[in-house]
Structures are given as C-alpha cells and as structure tokens.
C-alpha cells in the first residue's frame, strides 16, 4: 500500500509564503499522478493542482495558479507545493494524494487512491 506523509504546515501571515512537502512510501512519482487538495471546515474537499509521474506536467485550478506551484524530486520520493501570496481564505488542511490514472488534469476526489494525512495551514495576522 502506498503511504504519503505531508509535512511543512503551520502558521503564517496574509502574503507570506509556505512550502509543504509529500512524501511519497514508493518510487511512484514517475509513474503516478500527485495531487493537492485541502479541506476547510464545513466545507468539500477541494483540488487544487496536481503533476503527472509520466512526463512532469502540471495542471493547476483557478483558484490557486498564478499563486501555487508543485513541483517533484524523483530522487527523494517527493512533491511539493509552493505557496505564495497566501490569503486567509487558504487556511485549510492540505492533503497530498496519488491516482493511477494517467496525463491530465485530476481534482476530483474520486480519482484519487491514495492519501496522506494532512497538514495544518493557517494564515492569519
């Protein structure tokens, strides 16, 4: 079973910056899509941009491009999510995902297998 561990979560200030790392249990970011999601309370979980293992590329949402990046370290087994001009609308908890399913842009729950725990994002002043 593949595990995933999210790290790099805390409290930060409106238009300050975050990094958040996946870790990923199996060298599966060539060959599987990795996606970020988050999920603020009473609300769905939410997809936000994801990177295809088979060539790198990266699908993002209107809500976060422009503002969000993922990026991934093959060698290290992880992908991370870099996130800039953060507002108090991005408070959430964030959570990395793997799917088998090939190329494409992938931010439905659903199509997702595999799930990290999460990690804590707060931004307020």
């Known amino acids: 079973q593949v595990q995933l561990v999210e790290s790099g979560g805390g409290l930060v200030q409106p238009g300050g910056s975050l990094r958040l790392s996946c870790v990923v249990s199996?060298?599966?970011?060539?060959?599987?899509?990795i996606g970020w999601f988050r999920q603020s309370p009473g609300k769905e979980r939410e997809g936000l941009l994801c990177?295809?293992?088979?060539?790198?590329?990266?699908y993002y949402t209107d809500s976060v491009k422009g503002r969000f990046t993922i990026s991934r370290d093959n060698a290290k087994n992880t992908v991370y999510l870099q996130m800039n001009s953060l507002k108090p609308e991005d408070t959430a908890v964030y959570y990395c995902a793997s799917s088998v399913k090939g190329e494409g842009d992938r931010f439905e729950v659903y199509e997702y297998d595999f799930w990290g725990q999460g990690t804590q994002v707060t931004v307020s002043s």
């Open positions: 199996e060298f599966i970011t060539t060959y599987y899509t």
């Open positions: 990177i295809s293992g088979s060539d790198g590329s990266t």
